[in-house]
């Protein structure tokens, strides 16, 4: 690229010239007739808003002549900030953007925050998401830790577990957890032994010990009793947590339906670096 | 006396005839076989103890603290609850984060102090905007970045030195302040879910005077319809005050007013600069007297060892026989770094001093005030509870995931910076109760028995008694004559038996997910009868066959860490270690505490994840390994007199 490109000066001019043709194309078109734009009324209420302003920030009243400044600071600034929107100031300053985007937000949160589910709602939520709100499946089985050591022994224990030795807690090479889980919630089970066990676990036959099932602590023989399947909870035990789920929900939702509305009104196209250029955002 | 039902009867006076008083004493062995029979399917029926631990943050900050907002974050009380129940969220910084565990149980524990005024503030109000200060936050908040981490630490700045602008502050009183507080309750009450998810109402009462840390946490037992009969207690005077004993008053006031009840947890005496646990109370210069050793022991049960802002163990200065002492330290200064750390600081900064103080000080004032359990927590003011090196979202929204944050300040203020690789990525608070419930943890909390962890998830078990015997921990689990023959963590070991030294038993079962252990320790603390302070370490049970050298130390367990790809393997160490240990050097004149700690193998940091990851070089005085642990809450021993 040619140096001077990269002079702060040119871009100095550069911006400086399409400003000054920008307010010209700017400044006649506003003007064709609607000279209200030209206009700045300050209003009572607006200087109400302002004595109440400075009370709080002061403790007291402004005086006249402080009033008349204030007023006069509003005009200034009024004018001021129609002729920066004219110019599209605005538009290249962060802050601004970043307010006026906010606006926008706190529009739509106000809006779900007055919205109020009717049961129909939330019975038809809580159809929709059965399993989210289905009490967990529940499983009963035995297990023991196997030393590593004597991992080969393995064949060994298991036959004699399946012919009914059942001195677990002497045999488990690890003590902490328990040998006879009953009923115990999936949660907790995967809290417990962890994902690889609490997977394998599901698939294994019932009613006879097997195994190596590797955990986390190591290997383990298994013996799966029953699994009690989740069921379905009644609207009424699931109503508060199904009124939660819909209100956060509902607040994604309409954040999202608002977002893909406004895009839809737009064309949008991202340019690809130049090959050879580096990436702006790299991951 | 042969059955409960008996009992029940005996104790309630409706015996049918005379009853001896030998009668009521325990029931026989043969009784308790029949109770109890052995190879019962379920060995848990009937079992009245905590049989498993729950998971928690005691400690976590969201977009309604004043300085979390500022630093940049987004979401609110009840993303943070979502979060802790293992929902996946965008972070403020745009990143999908999730936990690989949901967590058991959260408080959200915003600052008391301007509650709601940052949320005012981002939301541009035309009065906040009119306040040149306010004016001048919020286009920094705007900006965002490193702008908005300089407008949060002006914000904590300007109110520690009471410059906070009037016109700006949120006190408790007036409008906006309670309609802050009524979103915390509103938040807790609607995650709140008995048996599943326990969601504290909560608060951080922030004193901060001099820049010197005394902050507590807050936590209630009760819902909204107590918590809601209040505001919380905040550090500005004239309804404020940074002196705890203000704050025990209002907490006595809150329990006389409502029924209900709360505790209290400080942290980070580290960054208190020799004022967290006192001897001379900082406020007075005087002596602390019964009336505080007696309301601190009320109501401070526990203290977070470890958090993001360094941990607080102990210190190699005060322990320099301690291998494992030399770890997170952040020990150059105050709080706001504007005073910087004498050595004889330290000893009222760190736990197993301050035990060692509390033993002191109840030989002086007949209480201990310093008689707490352990938790760790994250304070994190990102609303992500994330104490996992490996899913580390840091200390504020400022520095979540990025390739720069090891090297950008988590906080300057003036020319002194702590930096972004500092930070820890801890703790979690375990919790042995009976059920998931508000009340089930908090009665946990008070009787301690707790402990804290770095991060992962081992199990540990720690009964103190006067009985354990090597053949308890070949039977059964642990738990059974833990219960049966010794008080558990956090309590005191009954009467002393004549002739007897305290034996404990120990436990700890590896993270599921996580690293093997390389070693459970005991740490015992004493105070002779001179007054000084004592303490040692023994290794008690360790991984393979390694012996202690000549210096009584044992061999380090080795290290699998890859630092070029952040992984590790657990081919060394141990997933369960066990051993009954006996005091050998038991003086049964002298009070002292026991505690256990717990030490994983060698693991990658949070900042070796984070150069893997971003493709990052750092510089060398950059930490890449970390030994995770756990402290348990101790037991403790007092001489009959």
């Given at each position: 690229m040619k140096r001077w490109l990269q002079e702060p000066l040119f871009h100095f001019l550069l911006i400086g010239s399409a400003v000054f043709g920008l307010n010209a194309v700017f400044a006649s078109r506003q003007d064709g007739g609607r000279t209200s734009n030209r206009e700045i009324v300050v209003s009572q209420g607006r200087i109400r808003s302002m004595e109440e302003t400075f009370r709080r920030q002061w403790g007291r009243p402004p005086s006249a002549d402080e009033l008349k400044g204030l007023v006069n600071d509003y005009v200034r600034e009024e004018a001021l900030m129609r002729e920066a929107i004219v110019l599209g100031l605005d538009r290249d300053d962060a802050v601004v953007r970043r307010r006026l985007a906010q606006k926008m937000e706190f529009l739509s949160e106000d809006a779900v925050s007055v919205m109020q589910p009717t049961e129909a709602d939330l019975r038809a939520y809580l159809a929709a998401h059965v399993k989210d709100f289905a009490a967990e499946p529940r499983l009963t089985f035995s297990q023991i830790g196997l030393d590593p050591e004597k991992q080969k022994d393995a064949g060994r224990l298991l036959t004699e577990l399946n012919h009914g030795r059942d001195d677990l807690e002497t045999l488990s090479f690890i003590r902490m957890l328990p040998v006879h889980v009953d009923t115990m919630a999936h949660g907790d089970v995967l809290t417990l032994f962890g994902p690889e066990f609490t997977a394998t676990l599901q698939t294994l036959p019932r009613g006879r010990w097997v195994g190596p099932v590797p955990s986390g602590y190591g290997q383990h023989l298994v013996r799966l009793e029953a699994i009690e399947p989740g069921h379905a909870q009644s609207f009424e035990a699931a109503r508060d947590a199904v009124a939660r789920e819909w209100s956060a929900a509902k607040r994604q939702e309409m954040k999202d339906a608002q977002i893909n509305e406004l895009l839809s009104r737009y064309s949008i196209t991202i340019e690809k670096s130049a090959p050879g250029e580096t990436a702006a955002v790299k991951r | 006396m042969h059955s409960p039902i008996a009992a029940c009867l005996f104790i309630l006076g409706i015996g049918t005839r005379p009853v001896l008083a030998q009668e009521v004493d325990r029931p026989d062995s043969a009784t308790v076989h029949k109770l109890f029979p052995k190879g019962g399917f379920s060995p848990q029926a009937g079992r009245n103890y905590p049989t498993r631990v729950y998971w928690g943050d005691t400690h976590l900050h969201t977009s309604a603290s004043m300085d979390a907002g500022a630093f940049g974050n987004r979401l609110g009380p009840e993303d943070a609850f979502r979060f802790a129940r293992g929902e996946e969220l965008v972070s403020s910084t745009g990143l999908p984060v999730r936990l690989a565990r949901s967590l058991d149980f959260l408080v959200v524990s915003d600052h008391s102090d301007n509650m709601g005024f940052f949320p005012k503030l981002f939301s541009g109000d035309p009065a906040y905007l009119a306040d040149p200060v306010g004016k001048q936050w919020y286009d920094m908040v705007q900006a965002g970045g490193q702008e908005a981490v300089k407008a949060a630490l002006d914000v904590i700045d300007r109110f520690s030195k009471n410059q906070f602008p009037p016109a700006l502050a949120s006190l408790p009183g007036s409008e906006l302040y309670r309609s802050a507080w009524d979103l915390n309750i509103k938040a807790a009450e609607t995650y709140n879910s008995p048996g599943l998810f326990t969601a504290f109402i909560g608060y951080e009462w922030t004193s901060n005077t001099g820049g010197n840390n005394l902050h507590r946490v807050v936590i209630f037992r009760d819902g909204g319809d107590k918590a809601g009969q209040i505001e919380p207690f905040t550090t500005l005077p004239p309804a404020g005050s940074d002196n705890p004993r203000e704050l025990w008053k209002w907490m006595a006031a809150y329990q006389e007013k409502t029924g209900g009840q709360v505790l209290a947890i400080p942290h980070n005496g580290n960054l208190s600069n020799g004022i967290m646990f006192p001897l001379i109370e900082s406020f007075t210069g005087k002596p602390v007297d019964k009336n505080y050793v007696t309301q601190r022991r009320r109501f401070e049960?526990?203290?977070?060892?470890?958090q993001i802002k360094g941990d607080g163990e102990t210190h190699p200065f005060l322990s320099p026989n301690d291998e494992f002492a030399n770890f997170e330290r952040w020990d150059k200064s105050n709080l706001a770094l504007s005073a910087p750390k004498k050595p004889d600081m330290f000893q009222y900064e760190y736990a197993r001093s301050a035990l060692q103080l509390g033993l002191l000080l109840e030989q002086k004032l007949g209480v201990n005030p310093y008689k707490f359990g352990m938790v760790g927590s994250t304070d994190s003011h990102t609303s992500l509870s994330t104490a996992d090196d490996d899913n580390f979202f840091g200390k504020h929204s400022g520095t979540e995931p990025n390739p720069h944050r090891w090297e950008h300040p988590v906080g300057c203020f003036g020319d002194k910076c702590v930096m972004g690789w500092e930070q820890t990525a801890s703790g979690y608070a375990a919790v042995w109760a009976k059920e998931n419930t508000r009340e089930a943890l908090f009665d946990a909390m008070m009787r301690r028995e707790t402990y804290a962890t770095t991060g992962p998830r081992m199990t540990v078990r720690f009964f103190g008694g006067w009985d354990f015997i090597q053949e308890d921990v070949h039977t059964r689990t642990p738990a059974v004559p833990g219960y049966a023959k010794g008080v558990p963590m956090g309590g005191d070991l009954p009467k002393r038996p004549a002739g007897k030294s305290p034996t404990f038993l120990i436990a700890a079962l590896k993270d599921p997910l996580g690293a093997n252990l390389d070693r459970i320790q005991i740490v015992k603390g004493w105070v002779d009868s001179r007054g000084n302070r004592g303490e040692k370490v023994y290794d008690v049970v360790w991984s393979g066959d390694r012996k202690p050298g000549t210096d009584g130390k044992l061999p380090s367990v080795g290290n699998t860490v890859d630092i070029q790809h952040a992984v590790y393997t657990n081919t060394i160490g141990a997933p369960e270690l066990i051993t009954v240990w006996k005091d050998p050097e038991f003086n049964p004149n002298l009070r002292a505490v026991y505690y256990t700690r717990v030490i994983e193998i060698p693991t990658p940091r949070w900042t070796c994840y984070d150069a893997v990851r971003f493709g990052v070089k750092m510089s060398p005085e950059v930490p890449m390994l970390t030994t995770e642990r756990a402290y348990t809450s101790p037991i403790w021993y007092t001489p009959s007199k």
């Open positions: - | 049960p526990l203290y977070e060892v470890t």
